[in-house]
């Protein structure tokens, strides 16, 4: 067993911090399928392009036994600026800048959806607060906000800015 030692230096907020920076900066699509078998099994075969599934081993601490393997979906390449085959690159959805894009958005139009009057944030209040929360998904109409969409039935938990991340 480790010992678990103060440390004054690096707190969580450095952890959310990184967190924070790398969702403003980074935002990579991927083939979004399903790369294990049923019930987590580690499948006989896949295709390497779009998959990369973790096998995990019956003597796993967390899962012991209960999954064969970890969904690793690849990311998709770009292609290369004069057209030809090279290295694979990632792409990215999002501006490379720190910009505050996934508080404001990358675009024209998603900023201008999260803007109430006067060209502020929207927020939303909720009973027992002080203050104004991120705008909350419970309103909003299917189809227009991605962030939204992904919450499903349980809207009135769920709140947009401008990564639905």
Not at 11 to 21: A, E, K, N, S
Not at 124 to 141: H, I, V
């Amino acid at each position: 067993q480790g010992s678990n030692n103060k440390d004054n230096d690096n707190t969580v907020l450095v952890m959310q911090m990184g967190q924070f920076i790398d969702h403003d900066i980074t935002h990579t699509p991927n083939h979004g399928i399903q790369c294990c078998d049923r019930g987590g099994v580690f499948p006989k075969s896949f295709d390497p392009t779009k998959c990369f599934p973790i096998r995990m081993f019956d003597n796993d601490r967390f899962w012991r036994g209960k999954k064969s393997c970890m969904s690793f979906a690849r990311s998709l390449s770009s292609p290369e600026l004069k057209c030809g085959l090279q290295s694979r690159e990632q792409l990215n959805q999002i501006t490379h800048w720190l910009d505050g894009s996934n508080i404001y958005g990358s675009t024209t139009e998603e900023a201008m959806y999260l803007r109430a009057g006067r060209g502020r944030m929207k927020i939303s209040r909720q009973s027992g607060t002080r203050w104004g929360n991120l705008p909350s998904c419970a309103a909003e109409k299917a189809g227009k906000v991605t962030g939204c969409d992904v919450c499903g039935g349980r809207k009135n938990d769920c709140f947009f800015a401008g990564d639905f991340r």
